[in-house]
């Protein structure tokens, strides 16, 4: 995908087929990610916004809440609010409470240390919130290895208090590594067992992610294990749509099949910078800031990035694949953050479009943007057996294809 300089902009089609329409974007984003402070208790390996440290310049609670009436003025039903964790921020309950108050859902991302008895009997009592709760591993050892000691039986504590508390369906967030790939029969039972949906995403090599991709990343044949895993368990695990690119197997996996980046995703991140997607926190696809004169709207509605990629994309190369229809070359981040042009193949291209990336013939981003104070790039610890010992991790989460009710749509970024 090649984003074209000053192109007009494209008219939105009426009528047809839902995907075409939001190709050219809509009014306002259908999955709209806030990180609303980078600070966290945990510090995973892979964390997408490389959390740790709280950035002094957050939003304030006044500015939290103005936001909030621009996204009730611009009918933005539901908000996925993520990290970080953002139960650490003292002002958590009181935004979320206004939030409900003011037409606009709530999804949080959270690694489940702060959800005990009593703010579980909170949640289940709310309308219009929902929890995902991250865990990256079926057993203690493959979580531990990654979101750090003491983060499974965490996740588990407060599954459990949410399940004594009565809250159905909530969801168990995870993240696909080559580790906990073999264990996703195990998720789907642990999910059965606390009443809870299973929601699997792609890890992608951003934030922290770059730092473990080569060693995390899912190997080609874990590709096919998952792809026809999720065909065999078909509406029963929500994907966010992220795993498009591996449509290019046979038969279409359920969503839009679309990088909805600009169009109908976006993330604001805790100082109010607006980006393309939650995936793609780096300069180059920076809209606007929600400080500015516009607000988020401006942004949204007016930015030259966001006009650009509602453009019809160039796919390159991609365009003569016959996989081309619902792969759509794969994931802008994804390749961006592995050194590859946007216009070219998914690093995880399922037809081997990109094994030269296996063989460490592209250059990956060295693009710093941690927020823990620790280089990028630096050897990181992974193993498993012993888990690390370090500060434990984030809440590392990322619909417009929903079941039922908007704020349980499950496109928190494809
Ligand atoms: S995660 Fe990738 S495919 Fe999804 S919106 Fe972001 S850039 Fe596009
Ligand atoms: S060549 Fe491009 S369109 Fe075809 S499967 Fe690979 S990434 Fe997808």
């Avoid at 007009?8 to 089609?13: I, T």
């Avoid at 009181?94 to 702060?114: I, M, W």
Wanted: glycine fraction near 10%.
């Amino acid at each position: 995908m090649t984003l074209a300089p000053e192109r007009p902009v494209a008219e939105r089609p009426q009528g047809g087929r839902l995907v075409d329409q939001f190709e050219f974007g809509l009014d306002a984003p259908i999955c709209l990610t806030w990180e609303l402070t980078y600070a966290c208790n945990l510090a995973c390996l892979h964390c997408l916004s490389s959390s740790g440290r709280r950035d002094p310049d957050e939003l304030s609670t006044e500015e939290c809440k103005a936001l909030i009436d621009e996204f009730e003025r611009m009918q933005i039903f539901y908000v996925n609010i993520g990290g970080g964790e953002p139960t650490v921020r003292p002002d958590f309950w009181e935004l979320l409470d206004y939030a409900v108050d003011h037409h606009v859902g709530v999804k949080f991302s959270t690694n489940g240390f702060r959800i005990n008895e009593e703010r579980a009997a909170k949640l289940a009592a709310t309308d219009y919130v929902d929890v995902q709760i991250s865990l990256d591993g079926a057993t203690a050892e493959v979580n531990d290895a990654v979101r750090g000691a003491g983060t499974y039986d965490a996740a588990m504590r407060a599954m459990a208090n949410m399940r004594a508390a009565g809250m159905k369906d909530f969801k168990i967030s995870v993240v696909c590594t080559r580790h906990n790939i073999p264990q996703l029969d195990e998720f789907k039972a642990i999910a059965d067992t606390y009443g809870a949906q299973l929601r699997l995403t792609r890890l992608r090599p951003s934030g922290r992610g770059a730092d473990v991709w080569d060693d995390l990343h899912p190997l080609p044949e874990q590709q096919r294990e998952l792809y026809d895993w999720l065909i065999a368990n078909g509406d029963d695990v929500l994907t966010g749509d992220s795993f498009f690119h591996l449509s290019a197997y046979g038969e279409a996996l359920p969503g839009l099949n679309l990088c909805g980046a600009g169009r109908v995703v976006c993330l604001v991140d805790p100082v109010g910078d607006v980006y393309a997607c939650p995936f793609a926190i780096h300069d180059r696809f920076k809209a606007g800031n929600v400080r500015g004169e516009g607000g988020f709207d401006g942004v949204w509605t007016t930015s030259e990035l966001f006009l650009d990629l509602r453009n019809p994309q160039t796919g390159g190369a991609c365009t003569k694949c016959s996989a081309f229809d619902s792969c759509r070359g794969g994931c802008m981040a994804a390749k961006f953050f592995t050194g590859l042009p946007l216009d070219g193949p998914d690093p995880e291209c399922v037809k081997g479009n990109a094994e030269f990336l296996e063989r460490g013939e592209a250059p990956g981003s060295s693009q710093d943007h941690s927020h823990t104070g620790t280089v990028r790039n630096a050897p990181v610890p992974l193993a498993l057996g012993p888990t690390r010992t370090s500060r434990p991790a984030s809440a590392c989460d990322e619909s417009p294809l929903v079941t039922g009710r908007p704020w349980e749509s499950d496109r928190d970024t494809v």
